[in-house]
């Protein structure tokens, strides 16, 4: 086992940050490490998680009620999401010690919305695990994030079909 787990940030207005999250899970597992998924802002329904749920050493976590975008979101399902999102953050934070990676899909966008209570990611960041390793996938993190991170990789669109209205596509977008 590594001797220090290190915080990883996907983050940027490209494609691939929840991809090459759910690439990592599998290359975890695959090596016989311990994997906790846990998604934000997403209700758990893209075709990864078909595959996800039944690799050995791999648990993922998701909130079954689909709130929506966030611009799209009424005050009252605002204040729903939060709770929910802050109940799911706290779950995951309880059960990263009975794993060795943890992956918090979409935490940034959660974290910027303030969707989460921001001192709860902050605090279990600067206290996690000694062994874990955390990567938090989003857009935009803030200063405070970045500056916790080791690992940062920032996706950048070039070019993408969206631009040209074309839908995302199952299997490849999700």
Excluded: W
């Excluded at 605002?78 to 794993?99: E, F, P, S």
């Excluded at 669109?157 to 977008?173: F, M, S, T, V």
Aim: proline letters at 3%.
């Amino acid at each position: 086992m590594k001797e220090t787990g290190m915080i990883h940030i996907y983050c940027g207005d490209g494609k691939g940050k929840t991809t090459a999250a759910m690439g990592l899970s599998v290359r975890a597992a695959g090596s016989g490490l311990k994997v906790l998924i846990v998604q934000f802002f997403k209700d758990g329904t893209s075709s990864e998680f078909q595959i996800l749920r039944e690799v050995p050493n791999i648990t993922v976590l998701t909130e079954k009620r689909n709130f929506g975008f966030f611009k799209f979101m009424k005050e009252e399902d605002k204040i729903v999401a939060k709770q929910a999102y802050q109940d799911l953050l706290q779950k995951a934070v309880a059960m990263a010690k009975d794993v060795d990676i943890l992956i918090l899909d979409e935490i940034i966008s959660t974290y910027n919305y303030e969707m989460i209570h921001r001192d709860t990611l902050v605090e279990f960041l600067k206290e996690k695990p000694r062994d874990l390793e955390v990567i938090l996938t989003g857009r935009d993190p803030k200063e405070e994030l970045l500056d916790l991170a080791d690992y940062v990789t920032e996706m950048k669109k070039i070019k993408h079909p969206y631009d040209k209205n074309q839908p995302a596509r199952l299997g490849i977008e999700f």
